[in-house]
């Protein structure tokens, strides 16, 4: 009986097994080898009430590895020497009137008073200013009366003669990038670039950064207009295209006197030639700009001396370009000018007004867009693209 009983129990126990068994195999079969024991998207549970989707080609497909940010190509500056040579064709093509009409005027058989008056009036036009348009008519009268030139070859060469004095080619018009010595040790000729926002101050420097590279000369630069975050942008893409390091802050509104400090040092530190620091633009009023510009100075001189101070002004905007420049002149200790936009104006003897009140010479002119359309200004090279 009790063998019987047992016998039984093993049947039922061998009946449940095959059953189970035969249930369970053919969902195995349905999934592949590898997912066994892996929950699909579909055994995942939804998440806040949605379903799961289904998978897709997209889903299984490998993710694609972003490559890093490529280094900008480094770019090799147009040669200094020849420049004002392109600039100064570039100028006689802009069709300034300035130098058409004078010798228009002077051509003429018999100049009256009404003549002169003429010319006198284009001088001015022309921003020359009272004073030099005075002086250049006076010696045109002498020569006019004791030459009697009428050749227009001849008028020519005079007027030429005549504007090339009254730009002044005496004036020294280098800029200080030689490195001074302190206690023995070179330092880094300073540059310190001013002048207010619109006169393409920050391009000037990041183009005069290329100049200098040119020449075979180190540089770094200073993004000391930290009150317009696109301006240490901008220099910090300047500087890159030719392999110079640009020092900034981190933070918008940083003191502008610590940055032109940290860009002067890291210069000592990594011995290069010269160190250009760009400044804000601002001109709300004088005693703001004077305590800024004051402040940037001095915590210069503390690691080098400063060398230079460019002022950057906009020759179209004529006379009053000149009163931005009385104002820095007074704040900053201006040691030479940089006049840009120079092609798009007829008031080309702003070189010579700016010249005459400052009492410091036009160092640079910028002509054109490009990135090498910056250059040593050279007198006789702008009078002869004044007169075409």
Known sequence: MTELLWLWIVLGVVLVVGVGSALVVPRLRGRRRDDVGAPTLDDAPARDGVASPERTAVDEAPETPVAPDAAPALETPAPVAGRMVRLRDRLARSG???????LSVLSRDHLTEDDWDELEETLLLADIGAGPAEELLKALRTRVRVEGVRDPAAVRELLRSELVKVVDPTMDRTIATTRPLVDGKPKPAVVLVVGVNGTGKTTTVGKLARVLVAEGRTVVLG??????AAAADQLTTWGARVGVETVRSDRDGADPAAVAFDAVAKGAQDGVDVVLVDTAGRLQNKAGLMDELGKISRVITREAPLGE?????????GQNGMQQAKVFSEVAGVTGIVLTKLDGTAKGGIVVAVQRELGVPVKLVGLGEGPDDLAPFDPEDFVDGLLG
């Open 96 to 102: 300034s009137p300035l130098g058409a009409r004078l």
């Open 223 to 228: 993004a000391a207009d930290t009150f317009r």
């Open 309 to 317: 101070v460019l002022l950057v002004l906009d020759a179209t905007t």
